[in-house]
C-alpha cells in the first residue's frame, strides 16, 4: 500500500512539474508575441498620419468662438497637415543624399576620376607602366632589326673574304659589331707580329678569342638593355592593381557601415572602382610579359649570329697567320689559283 502511494504521489507530482513548465512556457510564448506586436506598433502608427485629430478639434471649437477668434485656431490648424509632408521629406532625405552620392558615369574614365587618391596613384603607375612597356617595344624592335640587318651583311662578307685584310676593306665604310671584330683581330695581329716568329700563333689566336669574346658581350648586353623593365612591370603589375583593389574595397565597407546600408546601387560603384585598379594591372602586365619572351628569344637568335661571326673572324686569323709562313711567291701563285 505505500509503495502505490509513493507511486501514485510521484505521478501527481510528475504530472504538477509538467503542467507548470507549460504554463511558464506559454505565458512566456505570449509576453514575446505581446512584445513583437508592440514593437511593431510604432511603425504603423507613425506611418499613419498623425494630424487627423488635432484637425476635427479646431472645426469643433469654431461654431462657439468669436468671428474675429476664428483666424488663430485656421492658422494653427493649417500647419498641422504640412507637418506630415515634412516629415515624409525629411525621413527620405539620407535616401536622396545617398543617391546623389552615387558616381552615374560608370565607364572607365567615370570610375577613375570618382576613385580614391590611393588607388588613381595606382592606376596611374600601372597607365605609365603600360606606356613604358609600348615604347621599350618599339625602341627594342627597331634596334634589334637593325643590328640583325647589319650583322647578315657583315657575315656574308665573311663568308666571301680570303684573308683579313680583304673583309675589313670590304666593310671599312660600315659601321656594326662586324667591322669591330675585324678592327680588333687586325690590331691583334699587327701588336704581335713581332714575336710571330718566335712565340707561334698559339697566344695570339687565344688573344684574338679573348677580345671577340668582349665585343659579343657587349653587343648582347646592348640588345638586352630595358628589357628588365619589361620582367619587373610583368611580375609586379598584378600585385600592384591587387592593392589598389582591396584599399578600394575597404573604402567600400567604409562606406557601408557610413550609410548604413547594403543596397547594390550604393556598394557597386566603389567594388568597380577597386576592380578596375585589377584589370589596369593585368593590361599593364600581360603584355610586359609577352614582349619580354619575344625579346628574350631574339636576342638569343641574335647572339648566335655574333657567335657565327667571331667564328667566321678566327677562321681568317687562323688563315692569315699559317699564310705568313709560305713564302711570297708562293702564296701568290696559290692565292691566283684558288682565286680562279
Known amino acids: 500500500m505505500a509503495y502505490r502511494r509513493s507511486s501514485s504521489l510521484a505521478r501527481v507530482s510528475m504530472t504538477v512539474v509538467i503542467g507548470s513548465g507549460l504554463l511558464i512556457t506559454g505565458t512566456l510564448m505570449s509576453s514575446a508575441t505581446a ?14 498620419p498623425a494630424p487627423a485629430t488635432p484637425a476635427q478639434t479646431p472645426a469643433q471649437e469654431t461654431p462657439s468662438a468669436p468671428a474675429n477668434l476664428t483666424a488663430p485656431p485656421s492658422g494653427t490648424a493649417t500647419p498641422t497637415p504640412s507637418a506630415s509632408p515634412t516629415e515624409g521629406v525629411a525621413v527620405e532625405a539620407p535616401a536622396a543624399v545617398q543617391r546623389s552620392d552615387i558616381p552615374h558615369d560608370l565607364s572607365p574614365v567615370g570610375m577613375f576620376m570618382a576613385a580614391d587618391w590611393v588607388v588613381k596613384s595606382v592606376m596611374i603607375a600601372l597607365g605609365l607602366a603600360s606606356v613604358a612597356t609600348w615604347t621599350i617595344l618599339l625602341v627594342k624592335t627597331l634596334q634589334l632589326s637593325g643590328s640583325k640587318a647589319r650583322l647578315r651583311r657583315g657575315l656574308a662578307v665573311l663568308q666571301e673574304a680570303r684573308s683579313l685584310s680583304q673583309a675589313a676593306g670590304a666593310l671599312q665604310k ?3 659589331t662586324v667591322p669591330d671584330m675585324l678592327l680588333i683581330a687586325a690590331r691583334e695581329l699587327k701588336l704581335s707580329e713581332p714575336a710571330l716568329d718566335y712565340a707561334g700563333n698559339d697566344g695570339v689566336k687565344e688573344r684574338v678569342i679573348s677580345a671577340l669574346s668582349r665585343i659579343e658581350s657587349r653587343a648582347g648586353r646592348r640588345m638586352t638593355a630595358g628589357t628588365g623593365i619589361l620582367a619587373t612591370i610583368g611580375s609586379i603589375g598584378p600585385f600592384v592593381g591587387l592593392f589598389g583593389t582591396v584599399w578600394g574595397i575597404m573604402n567600400s565597407f567604409i562606406g557601408i557601415s557610413q550609410s548604413q546600408t547594403t543596397n547594390l546601387a550604393v556598394v ?3 567594388i568597380a572602382e577597386a576592380l578596375l585598379a585589377t584589370a589596369i594591372g593585368l593590361v599593364a602586365a600581360i603584355p610586359a610579359v609577352v614582349i619580354y619572351n619575344v625579346f628574350a628569344r631574339a636576342v638569343t637568335g641574335y647572339r648566335q649570329q655574333l657567335l657565327d661571326a667571331a667564328t667566321a673572324v678566327e677562321r681568317l686569323v687562323s688563315r692569315d697567320l699559317d699564310f705568313r709562313k709560305v713564302p711570297a711567291d708562293v702564296r701568290a701563285a696559290r692565292l691566283k689559283v684558288v682565286t680562279e
Open 268 to 270: 557597386a560603384p566603389g
Open 174 to 176: 660600315r659601321r656594326g
Open 35 to 48: 512584445f513583437a506586436q508592440q514593437g511593431t506598433a510604432p511603425a504603423q502608427t507613425t506611418s499613419k
